[in-house]
């Protein structure tokens, strides 16, 4: 179920639609059945966080703990399937989904394992005798940016019990396929909480100033990003240093700001689960040239993105783009391995743009871009956008950063 609420940004109301109608769903799983039967599965089984709130809706905050695995299943036909700890009985119920089974957990000798197998018996059974495509493989993420949320053992356990019936293949390309796109619903909310963040960015000389210390700095700005609306701000990292930084994903210091210094806030702030994920950078009193020319090769190096994203393009060649702008202001190098990636319920997903990635760029991916390069030897600037891709190419989700480099 969906349902609308205000927040209020820079005395203007802005709505947002939070969750979503059960149609969204069902046109996940049926875009997701479709993608099986073309690899002969009789399930998907997927038990992250995001895949399984991706088909199903379930979202709580309590997968901070580790202690409980949770499993869904995606049969050939019909709604999913969640097998999950009786602790999340209520809160599965409230979804879109029926069928729901569950155990007391945790029970370390068989957490849920015997539940799900007998699960995935009986919809392997169903689809054979439903004389579709007597498929004994279960689709499960196996590559990049994927992972099994259980432990090694039950792992193990679970393709021993399912050896009489079924086996594991790699469903990493449809899940892939499926988020990596999104719908109109989704991109709604990556747009206002790039909105959000990008009204918290505006106000930044209004909240911090040279004498505070880089961890005030932080707790002003994540406190200014959720007065604006935000519900959490799970990512946030940055640095300053006299004149340039070195190091722009570590914890703050106790360090004081003092004026010459460069600052870089970089932040992965979320609406109803949904990612913004962008950085802006600022220099307190005064510059010098050798920044300002680091921070406009970013920004045209940003630009040159913007105008490589269309559908049909490639994160290669959009790296391309953007590294030939570095390269040609001088960039000693940027050996972080990618210059943006994919944005939605995680603060990074698929794809990366890489010298070598190759991914098709098509119609509604959420993108971020991000250009950086070391300018002098331990000083580093890096610029990111978010877009989402249309027809006629990149629109901003973020608000565009400054052409120059802001001073406060």
């Known amino acids: 179920m969906s349902k609308t609420v205000n927040n209020t940004l820079n005395n203007t109301v802005s709505t947002i639609e939070r969750g979503f109608p059960d149609a969204e769903y069902q046109a996940r799983t049926e875009r997701c059945q479709a993608l099986m039967a073309e690899r002969n599965l009789a399930a998907i089984l997927v ?16 997968w901070q703990s580790p202690t409980r695995p949770w499993f869904t299943v995606i049969p050939a036909t019909g709604k999913p399937i969640a097998v999950i700890p009786s602790i999340g009985g209520p809160s599965m119920s ?15 000798e068989d957490d849920g394992i015997s539940l799900l197998t007998e699960c995935l018996r009986e919809v392997v059974a169903s689809e054979s005798g439903a004389g579709g495509t ?37 469903a990493t390309d449809i899940i892939v396929a499926l988020r990596m796109v999104k719908s109109e619903a989704e991109i709604a909310k990556h747009k206002h909480v790039c909105g959000i963040v990008s009204n918290a960015f505006d106000r930044m000389g209004d909240i911090l ?14 406190a200014e990003i959720l007065a604006q609306g935000a519900d959490d701000v799970p990512y946030l990292v940055g640095a300053t240093g006299p004149g340039g930084v070195d190091d722009i994903i570590r914890q703050p210091s106790d360090r004081v700001i003092a004026a010459g210094d460069l600052l870089i806030f970089d932040t992965g702030s979320t609406i109803d689960g949904y990612f913004s ?46 590294n030939a702008v570095l390269k040609a202001n001088g960039s000693l190098g940027n050996d972080v391995g990618r210059m943006g990636h994919g944005l939605g319920m995680q603060v990074t997903e698929w794809p990366s743009h890489t ?18 390069l070391v300018w002098a030897p331990g000083k580093a600037m ?4 978010n877009i989402v891709v249309r027809a006629d190419g990149a629109e901003l989700l973020s608000r565009r950063a400054a052409p120059e480099l802001p001073i406060i």
């Open 47 to 62: 038990c992250t966080e995001p895949e399984v709130r991706y088909f199903t809706g379930f979202h709580t905050p309590f």
């Open 94 to 108: 409230a979804t879109w989904i029926d069928d729901i089974r569950t155990w007391s957990s945790p029970q370390p």
């Open 134 to 170: 007597e498929s004994t493989h279960i689709g499960l993420p196996m590559g990049p940016e994927t992972h099994v949320r259980m432990p090694l053992n039950d792992v193990d356990r679970l393709r021993t019990d399912i050896s009489g019936f079924a086996s594991f293949a790699d």
């Open 209 to 222: 100033s040279i004498g505070m210390t880089e961890r005030q700095a932080f707790a002003a700005f994540r």
């Open 277 to 322: 994920d962008f950085d802006r950078n600022y220099a307190f009193g005064h510059a010098d040239q050798g920044a300002k020319d680091a921070y406009r090769a970013v920004w045209e190096s940003t630009e040159a993105g913007l105008e490589a994203v269309r559908p049909g393009a490639t994160t290669t060649e959009i790296f391309e783009a953007m």
């Open 355 to 372: 010298a070598t990635d190759g991914t098709i760029i098509q119609e509604n991916m959420v993108l971020t871009l991000e250009p950086g």
């Open 382 to 385: 890096v610029h990111e956008e």
